[in-house]
C-alpha cells in the first residue's frame, strides 16, 4: 500500500487485492485517511459520508474517500480526523497512541457501515491482524437479521501474532460489545480485551502467511498465549504464503535501482553494487561480499542475534554490511555503534525509505534476516528476484521460502542456520562468506535458481479465494 505503511501488510493488502481483482473478483480496500496521506499525489476523492454507530449510543459522521491503486483497486478511505488526523498510524512522536482500540474498532465497524450505505455487500469481508480482527465480531453480532450483510462471511489473517491488540476491559463499551463476550474463550484475557483472540473465536476462516507458520502458532512459543484458542480452530486455519508484487520488485524495470538487470544479463548488478558502496560511503570494492539487512528494528527481528554476531564476523571475516532501519533505540545505537567501529566497511541509514530499500536489494550480494519468528516475510523474496542470496533463520516464511545451499550440489537458493543464537548466525555468515571465496561458481548458480523462483500473487490470491469459499460453506452452516 504505497498510501501508508509499516512493513510487510501494506505490501500484501495491495498485492493480494490487485491479485484478487485480476481473477475477477470486486476486491476492494478500506484504510484510514492518515492526514499525513498525500491526497494530491494519489489523486484521492471524496465520495460520500456515513454515520458510524458505536457502542453506548455513541455516532460519528465520517467522510468517504476513494482512488484506485495502481488504475485497478478502488481503495476506500475513511476520513475522521479525531482519530487519523496525527502523526503515525500505531505510534506517534510520544508513543503508542493510546486509544487504538478505538480508533482500529472504529475502522471496523465503519466498514460494515460503509459497504451498507455505498451498496457494496461482499461475499467475504477479510481483516488483517489485531487493529481489525474485531470486525468478524461486528458482522456475527451487529443487525444480524435485517442487515443486508447478514450472508457475508468472515477471514482473518494473522500477519504477526506478536501484536495482538490488548487494551483495558473498559474499551469494550465503545466497542459495543456486551459482557457476554468478554468471556475467556473470546476477548478477555487476564482481565484485558485482547482483539486478535476475539478474532480468532469470530472469524469464519483464520489464516496466515506461511504454511510453517501456520504449524508454528498451533505450538506454546509460536502462538504466544492462543495456541490453545487456535488448536480450537485448526480446522478452519489456513497457512498461504505471501506472494510479491512484482511489478515493484523486479531488477528487470525497477526505476527505483541504478542500472536494471535480468537472469541473462547482470552485468547491472554490479552498478548496483557500487552505487550501493558508494551510496553508504563504503570501500568501492567489488571483490568484498555485501551484506544488506533491511527491517524494523524489532525484537522479533533478531536484532540480538545480529549484536553478538556482527562484531566478531566483521572482524574476523572479509566482508562488509548496510543496514536500513528503525525503530528499537537500543537498536539504533548498536547500528550507530557498529557503523562507526567500522568506518569503509558498515553503512547505514536510520529511517525508512523506499528507494534504500530498493538499491540495497539489488547491489547487496546477500540479505540477512535472523528473525526470532516470521510469518512470512517479504524481503527475502524479493532478495531473491535480485539475486541476493538470503541468510536467513529456518523459521515461518523464512523456511518456506528459502531452499538451503548444498555444497555438494550446488542446490538451494541461500543459506539456512536453525537455532536462534548468535553463534548459529555467525556462523551461518562465516558458511556465505567462504562460500563467496572459495566457490564462486556455486554462487553463479545460487543466484540463477534464486532469480528464477516466482512467488507471484495470482497463485496465492487462487489459495485465498478456496479460503473464501471455505468460510462461506462454514458460515452457511452455522446461520443455517
Ligand atoms: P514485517 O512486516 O514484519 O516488517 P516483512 O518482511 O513482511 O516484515 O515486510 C517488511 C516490508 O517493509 C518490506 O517491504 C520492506 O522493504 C519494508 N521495510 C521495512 N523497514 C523498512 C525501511 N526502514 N525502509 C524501507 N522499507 C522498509
Ligand atoms: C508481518 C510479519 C511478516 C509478514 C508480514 C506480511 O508483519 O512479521 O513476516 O511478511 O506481516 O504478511
Redesign the pocket.
Known amino acids: 500500500m504505497p498510501f501508508a505503511k509499516t512493513?510487510?501488510?501494506g505490501?500484501v493488502v495491495a498485492g493480494l487485492s490487485k491479485a484478487l481483482r485480476r481473477l475477477g473478483h470486486d476486491a476492494r480496500v478500506l484504510i484510514p485517511l492518515y492526514s499525513f496521506i498525500d491526497r494530491a499525489k494519489y489523486g484521492i476523492k471524496p465520495i460520500g459520508t456515513a454515520c458510524v454507530h458505536m457502542g453506548a449510543g455513541i455516532e460519528h459522521w465520517v467522510g468517504v474517500h476513494q482512488t484506485l491503486l495502481d488504475d485497478e483497486v478502488p481503495i476506500w478511505f475513511l476520513d475522521f480526523d479525531a482519530y487519523f488526523g496525527r502523526p503515525g498510524i500505531y505510534d506517534g512522536p510520544l508513543g503508542h497512541h493510546m486509544d487504538n482500540a478505538f480508533r482500529f474498532g472504529f475502522l471496523s465497524k465503519a466498514a460494515l457501515q460503509i459497504c451498507k450505505d455505498f451498496q457494496y455487500i461482499p461475499h467475504i469481508m477479510h481483516a488483517h491482524d489485531w487493529p481489525t480482527a474485531i470486525l468478524p465480531a461486528f458482522l456475527k453480532t451487529w443487525d444480524r437479521i435485517l442487515s443486508p450483510l447478514s450472508n457475508t462471511a468472515s477471514v482473518l489473517t494473522i500477519h504477526?501474532i506478536g501484536y495482538q491488540g490488548k487494551y483495558d476491559a473498559n474499551v469494550m463499551p465503545y466497542l459495543g460489545l456486551g459482557v457476554e463476550h468478554f468471556t475467556s474463550e473470546k476477548f478477555e484475557d487476564f482481565g484485558k480485551t485482547n482483539l486478535l483472540k476475539g478474532g480468532i473465536w469470530f472469524a469464519d476462516a483464520l489464516t496466515t502467511v506461511s504454511p510453517t507458520h501456520a504449524k508454528e502458532i498451533l505450538g506454546p512459543i509460536g502462538g504466544q498465549g492462543l495456541a490453545m484458542y487456535l488448536n480450537n480452530r485448526s480446522a478452519d486455519l489456513f497457512g498461504i504464503l505471501n506472494g510479491a508484487d512484482y511489478s515493484r520488485w523486479n531488477p528487470a524495470t525497477d526505476p527505483l535501482i541504478p542500472e536494471k538487470f535480468s537472469p541473462t544479463d547482470l552485468t547491472g548488478k554490479a552498478a548496483c553494487k557500487t552505487a550501493l558502496q558508494r551510496r553508504f560511503h563504503l570501500e568501492e570494492r567489488p571483490d568484498l561480499p555485501v551484506f544488506g539487512i533491511?527491517?524494523?528494528f524489532a525484537h522479533?527481528k533478531g536484532f540480538n542475534l545480529l549484536r553478538e554476531a556482527l562484531p566478531p564476523a566483521l572482524n574476523n571475516m572479509l566482508m562488509q554490511c548496510v543496514i536500513?532501519?528503525?525503530g528499537d533505540a537500543d537498536t539504533e545505537n548498536f547500528v550507530h555503534w557498529l557503523t562507526a567501529a567500522h568506518p569503509g566497511r558498515v553503512g547505514s541509514h536510520i529511517?525508512?525509505?523506499?528507494d534504500?530499500?530498493h538499491l540495497i536489494e539489488a547491489g547487496s550480494d546477500f540479505f540477512l534476516m535472523p528473525s526470532l519468528y516470521e510469518p512470512?516475510?517479504?524481503?527475502q523474496i524479493y532478495s531473491l528476484k535480485y539475486a541476493t542470496l538470503p541468510v536467513v533463520r529456518a523459521t515461518g516464511g523464512l523456511d518456506d521460502s528459502v531452499a538451503n545451499y548444498s555444497e555438494s550440489t550446488g542446490t538451494g537458493t541461500g543459506f539456512k542456520f536453525m537455532e536462534p543464537d548468535g553463534l548459529a548466525l555467525y556462523w551461518c555468515i562465516g558458511w556465505a562468506v567462504s562460500t563467496w571465496f572459495d566457490r564462486p561458481h556455486h554462487i553463479t548458480r545460487l543466484r540463477q535458481q534464486a532469480m528464477a523462483q516466482n512467488f507471484d500473487w495470482a497463485t496465492s490470491a487462487r489459495q485465498y479465494v478456496a479460503v473464501y469459499q471455505h468460510a462461506l460453506r462454514k458460515k452457511r452452516s452455522i446461520t443455517a
Open positions: 512493513g510487510g501488510l505490501d504477526n533491511v527491517s524494523r522479533q536500513l532501519g528503525n529511517g525508512y525509505s523506499d534504500l530499500s512470512c516475510g517479504l524481503n
